[in-house]
């Protein structure tokens, strides 16, 4: 069982910024990437942005230039820094893990932490 649990989010103004973070722990015997979604509301899920097990990064185009990616392996944690946030930018947003247990390759969710960018 893998457990993800996220932290955040929040009421942020235009042009501000928030930190979101998602720790995972539980039977992973590797981390292969971790990644970011956001789902607005009457909208799909969508990728935010994504961190391979050897730092390669990609990241939506909507948000390339204002929001980064990183991990810290040692904490099986991923952070999302959103700068010059906009308003399109209120969605939930989803920590993603893929990761390999049991000889098998997996994905897990996070429960979603709640982004939301208005004056």
């Known amino acids: 069982q893998v457990q993800l649990v996220e932290s955040g989010g929040g009421l942020v103004q235009p042009g501000g910024s928030l930190r979101l973070s998602c720790a995972a722990s539980g039977s992973i015997f590797r981390i292969n990437a971790m990644g970011w979604y956001r789902q607005a509301p009457g909208k799909e899920r969508e990728l935010v942005a994504v961190?391979?097990?050897?730092?390669?990064?990609n990241y939506a185009d909507s948000v390339k230039g204002r929001f980064t990616i990183s991990r810290d392996n040692a904490k099986n944690t991923v952070y999302l820094q959103m700068n010059s946030l906009k308003p399109e930018d209120t969605a939930v947003y989803y920590c993603?893990?893929?990761?390999?247990?049991?000889?098998?390759?997996?994905?897990?969710w996070g429960q979603g932490t709640l982004v939301t960018v208005s004056s």
């Open positions: 993603n893990l893929d990761y390999s247990s049991d000889y098998q390759l997996k994905d897990a």
């Open positions: 961190i391979t097990s050897g730092g390669s990064t």
